[in-house]
């Protein structure tokens, strides 16, 4: 009599274990999880329980749960629900550990437990994660289309539209990267309309279908496609707490903000992703940490790049000397200078100051607008996404080859500024003139405000 008791609130806990997280109530599943465990333990209930933790990145729990689930499952030679649990383990550690070698074991565990069985839904979920990890860690474009051809196939034999809406995704994904553009965004956007329309019920395929997308549009750089759907996209993220999905989904999900013109929402979105991928998946969170610090920095070695350019273009051979990475000091009175970083791109600069916590000015200097250097920074940006690195091989190239080819013949006659009495060219330093400048703006403004 006990034992049917416990067995019956084990049973009534798993009801509404799995019907809080039909409603996207994690904590609520997660109690009711842990009662059913309490009440008596199965290989449901620590998969739920697993589940539960899962969405809401609770790591410990998550792998001590489905760890737990599947050896119950072995107990009682349920194959199919030992292999389901089994997928899960390799997504664990491919996701949270960043360890796709013991994720590879599981799906082959979970390969073997299948063999010999009939069609099943894990056959499709086993075919959808062994393709999701070739296409995003090998770059398997081949595998990851042919294992979404063959889920999608399962899905509509079965009548499942949570597998066959993320099998569509899987493929469109693939053909995406495979230079398949026209087609892959056909059925990704066919996919996509599924997850936000209601049709598909499975909170991780529609998270993951919503993920794809937006990857699939920066990677081509349809950026207005990819704004086209963010709001729908919102729309699902807002409705539930996507803890462990959406922090990765955030950092493509910033570059839409950033080509709409949203920086701060941009800035929002990558710290959150970076302060939730920290606390469960550091490995996962460089990606994110590289986006903030380019979304805060100036386009890197841009200002030495671009005025490299402009001497050059202008040949004022007698500025190229200048821009050597050591000046000695003068006879007139400047003192010798250098540049320790000038061999470090400013993104790797910003990317050092947010993983050490170092705040730093991210606005550009508002005296800057209407220069001509900006132009010229534009243009050497826009060469960079045509030729990556032109950059660097422009400025870099110049400092170790062309530099001594341009010899200060001729150092500058210098005088006392007469405002701070620095070295100078000319009568009034260049920053002096600034300040001068500025106190200029302030009065004005402050004229038309008066006015």
């Known amino acids: 009599m006990h034992h049917n008791d416990s ?17 996207a ?3 609520a599943g997660l109690a009711q999880f ?52 089994a997928i899960w383990i390799a997504l664990d550690h491919y996701i949270y550990r960043d360890e796709p070698a013991i994720a590879d074991g599981w799906l082959q565990r979970a390969r073997r437990l299948l063999a010999g069985q009939l069609p099943s839904v894990e056959h499709g979920w086993l075919a959808i994660w062994s393709g999701h990890i ?58 996509t309309t599924a997850a936000v329309s209601g049709d598909v ?12 997308l937006i990857f699939a549009c920066e990677r081509v750089r349809d950026y207005d496609r990819a704004a086209q759907w963010c709001a729908k996209v919102e729309e699902v993220s807002l409705g539930c707490d996507y803890r462990s999905m959406f922090p990765v989904c955030r950092t493509h999900y910033a570059s839409v903000m950033i080509w709409r013109g949203e920086r701060q929402q941009a800035e929002a979105e990558l710290s959150e992703a970076i302060r939730r991928l920290n ?26 790049a671009a005025t490299l350019f402009s001497n050059v273009m202008h040949w004022n051979v007698d500025y190229l000397p200048r821009q050597r990475a050591v000046l000695p000091a003068t006879s007139g009175g400047l003192a010798r200078k250098a540049k320790p970083l000038v061999r470090v791109a400013e993104r790797e600069t910003a990317a050092y100051a947010v993983l050490s916590g170092i705040e730093y000015e991210v606005e550009e200097c508002p005296m800057a607008a209407g220069n001509t250097l900006n132009r010229y920074k534009e243009w050497l940006n826009r060469l960079e996404e045509d030729s990556p690195g032109l950059k660097a091989q422009f400025l870099l190239g110049f400092l170790e080859r062309g530099a001594d080819l341009f010899e200060e013949t001729t150092p500058p006659e210098l005088s006392r500024c007469s405002e701070c009495g620095r070295p100078t060219t000319g009568d009034t330093c260049a920053f002096c003139r600034l300040g001068a400048a500025t106190r200029v703006k302030i009065a004005s403004r402050r004229g038309s405000a008066g006015d």
Do not use: P
């Open 25 to 27: 109530a994690w904590e």
């Open 279 to 304: 606390a469960s998946r550091r490995g996962w969170a460089t990606d994110s940490i590289v986006r903030l610090a380019e979304l805060r920095r100036r386009q890197g070695r841009a200002d030495e």
């Open 34 to 85: 842990k009662a059913a465990v309490r009440a008596e333990e199965s290989a449901e209930a620590h998969e739920g329980l697993a589940m539960a933790a899962w969405w809401l990145d609770d790591v410990a729990t998550i792998f001590a749960s489905r760890e737990r689930a599947y050896r119950l499952y072995r107990q009682r030679d349920d194959q199919r629900g030992a292999a389901r649990v």
């Open 134 to 191: 070739a296409l995003t860690d090998h770059n398997d474009v081949d595998a990851a289309r042919r294992l979404g051809a063959a889920a999608l196939a399962l899905g509509r034999s079965l009548g499942n539209a949570d597998l066959e809406a993320l099998a569509l995704a899987l493929e469109g994904l693939a053909m995406v990267s495979a230079g398949d553009v026209d087609e892959g965004m056909r059925r990704l956007d066919e996919s």
């Open 7 to 23: 067995h019956a609130r084990e049973t009534d806990h798993l009801a509404a274990g799995y019907q809080a997280l039909a409603d």
């Open 201 to 212: 019920g499975d909170y991780d395929a529609i998270a993951t279908i919503c993920c794809y």
